[in-house]
């Protein structure tokens, strides 16, 4: 490479975190508050102009709480919009309200995504132990025992520097360099069909603009959704014959939209672009001291809003994991927990997102006909119609495997719900908020002794029914809901990991498991009211 002038650099990180999309930033995040010293590596010198990802749930925000970001994001999102399935008459066949599973935020929210990684980027700022370079690229990992060298390249001026990192995660999109260099394979399909996607500035509003619409229409279907700041989406079929290149123009697109009563002056067109549809899964999570997360790992279809949120949960999942093992609270053999944990997952979660596009995008007309009749009729039904509402269109995030003690209990491998709940001082707080991030015993009820869990010296706490006086040492749970979440599952006593996830559980009266093998719980600060 002619030009390049190389500078020695023995800078060394904890975690190099390789692109700054929601994935990447989250991470950043999430690891910065850890204390751990960071580096984040991302081509591109400012946050992605398109939304991209257009929504997402109660729990990748009770994530982005856990950062210490959520309140700054939430007043840029649109909560508690309805979702109709509507046939080719604009008439809905099925209408959703999506419900809460208790993360203590709205079901289902919806966002501008570039607004949304603008505060995920400030969010860094506040980490002196985050260092962000932009506008560089990584051309070569490579590993040994210790940790993972990197070649980076800065792209402004073909300077060339080489970081060093105990543990690698790369972020960096469905293409990419980072898999590739390791020779993962990316295994799926991707679909025929290529879709036209619009982004507008809704200059004047129009009937029910703020509802979700999957407009089912045999002859095109389309995606018609709100987005907030005055922003809409529009996502529509290349159908055989069309020009590509003429539905990304405004004549085109106006065309398009005017079939919904949508007129030239309602809207601006802020950009058209088109893309295809994949469902991909990388062949390993981990090599080694490397980690793909996010798109790199993992892509499905966009018809149920997970595909930022599944890269979301990754970060959450691993960097905990990560912090440990620097730490010396767990051995690395925790890490192979990642991928074991998210990939089940992914893939449910992608299943149930190609079934919804199945109904989205059926063109059969004598199987649109049919599915027009019968389901609003079913949908009159009680029973059935109660059915839909509580049946929850993202599957819950529960590992059935990984990181957590045997004999298993109804509870295992569940992250709690997060009511509010009263500390000691009086002060009404999120569960998340209380716990700390940290391992900790959770008692609903008179607390048994856990002498395997406390010789290392793990906190513990014991919720105490709404109404409780709040006194040192407990939680009362203010919204009535954890107490009965725990009675439902048959256990009193939980030991939680940092996520909140159920490590282990036990019945009144009984011991826990004991802690995982080589666990020493490292002394931190914390924050929490509780503590």
Known sequence: MSGVSVRGDDSTYDVAVIGYGPTGVTAANL???????????????????????????????????????????????????????????????????????????????????????????????????????????????????????????GTADDSVRHLRASYVIAADGGSSLTRAQLNVGYEGRTYDDRWVVIDTKMLRPWPDHDRLRFRCDPARPAVDCPTPLGHHRWEFPILPGDDETYLTTDDAIYALVARYGIGRDQIEILRATVYSHHVRFAARFRVGRVFLAGDAAHAMPPW????????????????????????????????????????????????????????????????????????????????????????????????????????????????????????????????????????LLLHGGVPVPQPGWECLDVPSLTVTPAGSRPVEGTLVDSDGVLLPWMTGRGVTTLALRPDAYVYAAAAAGAQLPPPPVGFTPAPRTSTSIAS
């Open 31 to 153: 690891l910065g508050a850890r204390g751990l010293r960071v580096v984040v590596l991302e081509r591109d010198a400012e946050v992605f102009s398109r939304a991209r990802a257009i929504s997402t749930d109660e729990e990748v925000v009770r994530i982005w709480q856990r950062a210490g970001l959520a309140e700054r994001l939430k007043p840029d999102m649109l909560a508690e919009r309805p979702l109709d399935f509507v046939d080719a008459r604009g008439r809905a066949f099925v209408s959703v309200h999506p419900t809460s599973r208790g993360h203590g935020h709205p079901p289902q929210m919806f966002i501008y995504q570039p607004a949304l990684e603008k505060v995920l980027r400030e969010g860094t700022d506040r980490y002196p132990n985050v260092e962000v370079l932009l506008r560089h690229e990584c051309l070569r990992l490579r590993q040994d025992a210790d940790g993972v060298e990197l070649t980076v390249v």
């Open 304 to 439: 149920i809003g997970q595909g930022m949120a599944a890269g979301v949960r990754d970060a959450a999942n691993l960097c905990w994991k990560l912090d440990a093992v620097l730490r010396g609270e767990l051995p690395q053999a925790v890490l192979d927990s990642y991928e074991a944990e998210r990939k089940p997952h992914v893939r449910e979660v992608t299943r149930r997102a190609v079934r919804v596009g199945r109904v989205i995008t059926e063109r059969r007309a004598a199987v649109t006909r049919v599915r027009d009749r019968v389901l609003p009729a079913m949908n009159r039904l009680p029973g059935f119609s109660r059915r839909l509402q509580d049946s929850h269109w993202i599957p819950e995030a529960h590992y059935a495997d990984g990181f957590q003690a045997r004999p298993r209990t109804k509870a295992s491998g569940h992250q709690i719900p997060q009511p509010w709940v009263t500390g000691p001082d009086g002060g009404r707080v999120r569960l998340d908020d209380a716990l700390g991030n940290r391992w």
